[in-house]
């Protein structure tokens, strides 16, 4: 599995940015693709995840302000991200949770982008 982010840059303080996961290779294994960020200094946080059935979550703070949602295919993962803070500047990282079972067990296997970068000016 590849994902290649694109879609970030500069915003200003209440604007919107969406950002796009392209995500190729084995799709059908794909359990669930998610949005992480991750500010100087701070620890890597889940921001959104769909899963392959199309249920959506969302980190608790900014549900009502970021959207994810994909293309039918599922080749395409976004994030809308609306009404943005400074606090929202970080680098965005797709990440892709695939699992592969047999008969005897399942593994877990994640995959990331390289991620892009939300600068957001007050």
């Known amino acids: 599995v590849q994902l290649v982010e694109s879609g970030g840059g500069l915003v200003q303080s209440g604007g919107s940015l969406t950002l796009s996961c392209e995500v190729s290779g084995r799709i059908a294994d794909i359990n669930a693709v998610d949005w992480y960020r991750q500010a100087p200094g701070h620890e890597r946080e889940l921001v959104a995840r769909i899963t392959s059935a199309g249920r959506t979550n969302y980190q608790d703070s900014l549900k009502g302000r970021f959207t994810i949602s994909r293309d039918n295919a599922g080749n395409t993962v976004y994030l809308q991200m609306n009404s943005l803070k400074p606090e929202d500047a970080a680098t965005y990282f797709c990440?892709?949770?695939?699992?592969?079972?047999?008969?005897?067990?399942?593994?877990?296997?994640?995959?990331w982008g390289q991620g892009t970068q939300v600068t957001v000016s007050s």
């Open positions: 990440h892709a949770e695939v699992l592969v079972s047999t008969i005897e067990t399942t593994r877990k296997f994640d995959y």
